[in-house]
């Protein structure tokens, strides 16, 4: 499987490109696609080759993330099906000032970034900032900074479309040691480019991963826009978790900038599709991907999704650590008291992520068999959930749905101008999910006493 060629179209035509920009390092050719998300596009992305089929992370002939996690952590002492392998676990926060009150979350991320500047261990770290979208287009993308004060701007949830081309041209040109920061599928790209590319492979040496449930497209700042009452082309900047210590941190809060100064914002379960695990506007390819927690990164970070921590507005941080470098580093900033973090086992960590593992997991297993991509994917996960209760099923179906269509009738109504016919399909969508999710009315029980019985 890993000499068969592929071309970047053959992922896109099969709804598996995540648009990581791996491909099209030294190209600069990535666009803006009907959904909103980013895509490979030219005359190049047609061409097969063995080289792409083993670097793009959806590649049927690509390491999977054990064989790279096994290859890069041979001697950590835990291994979890859950989680990955690992050197220690932890929930907490950064007790060093100013990276939990920067930071959306407990600061973690920040801090880990910051620290390998100080320790002058990288030259630079990737990773995503707010950008100009009078001058770029978009609202966030890769940047390089070098400094801790650049760091510290950069904090902060971007659930917004990215790539990293123009970082791994950037590496390949300037000698030095450096850092990424990204998402799970991002992180495996740059380990299967890695293994292709020894210069990559020189520069990169430290990797930051951040837990994903799935990918949104751009599309979401247009829907926040759109029922905000803000016109879209004045909007200038994006923030989709605003914090407040005196609320609970998963209060989410859509806050949108334009371009007089003012604001509008709006908390996320005041909007039409501000469920995020309902599925809006997510990336097909998140559909048939199986790591949630970032299990080749040197160190992976997520949120406390677990009392007392979510109702905590500052925010708190778990904290994977698959490195023993950097759980070195760890254990002397808690003796040191820069770090206020307590020491957890996989099945703590697990369950802070519960919903998204089913999803990637037993939800993963029931789409390979019911909608198999067009690509023979290599998963982890086996095709399967013919015994799934019926409600579970059609969980998974609606979420598939949902995802789909939003991307359907969003282009409708952004190219009628008819918005309400989007706002009204998401609001009643959304409203039937939760039904079916969490039975709080009548039509979702309804609905599990009406289905078949579990095929056999």
């Known amino acids: 499987m890993a000499e068969t060629a592929l071309a970047p179209q053959d992922v896109v035509a099969a709804g598996l490109c995540i648009g990581c920009g791996g491909c099209a390092a030294g190209r600069d050719a990535l666009a803006w696609d009907r959904a909103g998300q980013l895509k490979p596009v030219g005359d190049w992305t047609r061409e097969r080759s063995a080289s792409f089929a083993l670097t793009c992370p959806f590649s049927p002939g690509a390491r999977d993330e ?16 859950s989680i990955g392998s690992f050197e220690a676990a932890y929930v907490g926060h950064a007790a060093e000032s100013p990276f939990r009150a920067g930071g959306s979350s407990g600061g973690m991320v920040s801090w880990v970034a910051a620290e390998l500047l100080r320790r002058g261990l990288i030259d630079g770290v990737a990773h995503v900032a707010t950008m100009d979208p009078d001058a770029s287009g978009r609202f966030f993308g890769y940047r390089m900074s070098r400094s801790v004060d650049d760091v510290h701007r950069g904090a902060r949830s971007r659930y917004y479309p990215v790539e990293m081309s123009a970082m791994l041209d950037e590496i390949r040109r300037t000698p030095g040691r450096y850092a990424i920061v990204g998402l799970p599928c ?10 292709q590319d020894p210069v990559l492979a020189e520069r990169i040496t430290h990797t930051l991963g951040l837990f994903c449930g799935h990918m949104k497209s751009a599309r979401l700042v247009e829907s926040f826009a759109w029922q905000l009452n803000a016109p879209f082309e004045q909007v200038r900047a994006v923030e989709y978790r605003r914090k407040d210590p005196d609320r609970p941190a998963n209060w989410y809060t859509a806050h949108l900038t334009l371009a007089d100064g003012t604001a509008r914002w709006q908390d996320w379960w005041h909007l039409v599709d501000g469920d ?62 820069r770090l206020a973090l307590e020491q957890v086992d996989a099945a703590f960590i697990a ?23 067009k690509l023979p994917l290599r998963k982890r996960v086996a095709p399967g959930g013919r015994d799934l209760p019926p409600q579970r099923k059609l969980v998974y179906r609606t979420r598939r749905w949902i995802s789909a269509n939003s991307h359907r009738l969003f282009a409708v109504s952004r190219a009628t101008g008819w918005h309400r016919l989007y706002l009204t399909w998401a609001r009643l969508s959304l409203r ?25």
């Open 66 to 81: 054990d064989a790279i996690a096994a290859e890069r952590f041979p001697t950590a002492p835990h291994r979890d099906v």
């Open 186 to 195: 991002f992180i495996k790209a740059v380990h299967l480019q890695r293994g």
């Open 276 to 337: 995020w695990g309902a599925g809006f506007f997510q990336n097909p390819a998140c559909n048939y991907c199986d790591d949630v927690m970032a299990e080749t990164a040197d160190v992976a970070f997520g949120d406390a999704w677990v009392e007392p921590y979510s109702s905590d507005g500052r925010g708190t941080n778990v904290v994977i650590v698959r490195s023993a470098e950097i759980a070195g580093y760890v254990r002397e900033a808690v003796a040191d008291g």
């Open 351 to 373: 369950n802070t992520q519960a919903a998204g593992l089913r999803q990637r997991r037993e939800g993963l297993s029931y789409r390979l068999r019911i909608a198999p991509p």
């Open 432 to 456: 039937t999910y939760e039904a079916i999710a969490y039975q709080r009315w009548w039509l979702g029980k309804a609905l599990a006493r009406i289905l078949p019985p579990p095929e056999r």
